[in-house]
């Protein structure tokens, strides 16, 4: 099997949205065709730091994350000094640095998408499914809003694709082995995976906690 390593470019610009993954996805693909007809990547999104008006706002430390076979490399190095739009905003990208993924017991994902699966239960019975294929015997965990007009309930999110709105959850994978979390990692989870979708970064053992503590977690979770 074929490793993933990741390509962290430097983006360059203001603002773009919140919601930028079917934008960010199109584009890159007219610049490089074969990221539409590959399976071995994984598009992870632009970081940058969020608004009230589903903007996010780039800094000196923003970073577009790309996972994707060495085979692919070369033709992803051609994003270096391109410039794209997203939407009414024009970003650029910089030189990428290359690294490992690295093993993480606690992986969190800001949004994943299982077509047909928009309720809490027929999700995690059909996340828990697929990460038993990637032989992860382990259970999602989603999370708990307590903002003032959605006490409790579980947070979903949603991905725009042209005039749709494809609705998933926030989760993490909590426990996991060295060679699960690197297996995820690499494979990631759900649909959408070249669309900022279903991609994992590591969570502390301290971060669990407190959410669980907060009552902001809903699954087991005990730390190691």
Do not use: W
């Amino acid at each position: 099997m074929e490793h993933f390593i990741e390509l962290k470019f430097p983006v360059f610009g203001k603002i773009i949205p919140s919601d930028h993954g079917y934008l960010l996805y199109s584009a890159i693909s007219r610049i490089i065709p074969e990221v539409h007809s590959s399976d071995n990547v994984v598009i992870c999104g632009i970081s940058g730091i969020p608004d009230r008006q589903r903007d996010l706002h780039l800094n000196p430390t923003s970073k577009l994350r790309i996972r994707l076979g060495h085979s692919l490399i070369p033709h992803l190095i051609k994003l270096a000094g391109k410039k794209v739009n997203l939407g009414e905003y024009q970003i650029s990208f910089g030189i990428p640095l290359t690294s490992l993924l690295k093993p993480k017991p606690n992986l969190y994902s800001r949004l994943v998408v299982i077509k047909g699966k928009m309720e809490e239960k027929d999700f995690l019975d059909s996340a828990t499914k697929q990460l038993y294929e990637l032989g992860i015997d382990k259970r999602p965990i989603l999370f708990r809003d307590y903002s003032y007009d959605s006490i409790g309930k579980v947070i979903r999110k949603t991905l725009r694709v042209k005039d749709k709105e494809i609705v998933g959850f926030p989760i993490v994978v909590a426990g996991l082995s060295g060679e699960e979390s690197l297996i995820l990692q690499e494979k990631g989870l759900g649909g959408r995976k070249k669309m900022g979708c279903g991609s994992f970064v590591g969570m502390s053992n301290e971060d669990i906690n407190d959410l669980k503590n907060q009552n902001k977690l809903i699954g087991d979770y005990k730390s190691e």
